[in-house]
């Protein structure tokens, strides 16, 4: 009975193993460089305007046009994005993470991903 259940668990364990690292965390990838750079559009009064015309164009079809999620697209107006030094969520504009079905956003010019991320910080 014992030999039985051996191939279950080895099955389990590596189903659950799968999935913790299917579910990898963004944040823990930026590196400390991105993760301290600072938003040069923090200070840009049009900057939160503009990053939301960005984001209808390019984000609100996965996030939503309120940016609360849709489906498998998760909320921008949550605790982890609200908490995201706006470096990090720069570098995950640019580098994507195709794990979680965010594509890099690379070819957008960076000062538009900062206006982006200005207005995301805006979120509540």
Known sequence: MRRHLFPLILILVSLFLLVAASTGD???RVPEKDRQRANPM????DAPLAGSKLF???CASCHGHDAEGSGKHPSLRSDRIRKAQPGELQWLLTNGSLRRGMPSWSRLPLEQRWQIVTY???LK
């Open 26 to 28: 963004w944040l823990s």
């Open 42 to 45: 923090a200070a840009e009064p």
């Open 56 to 58: 209808q164009q390019h």
């Open 120 to 122: 995301l910080k805006t």
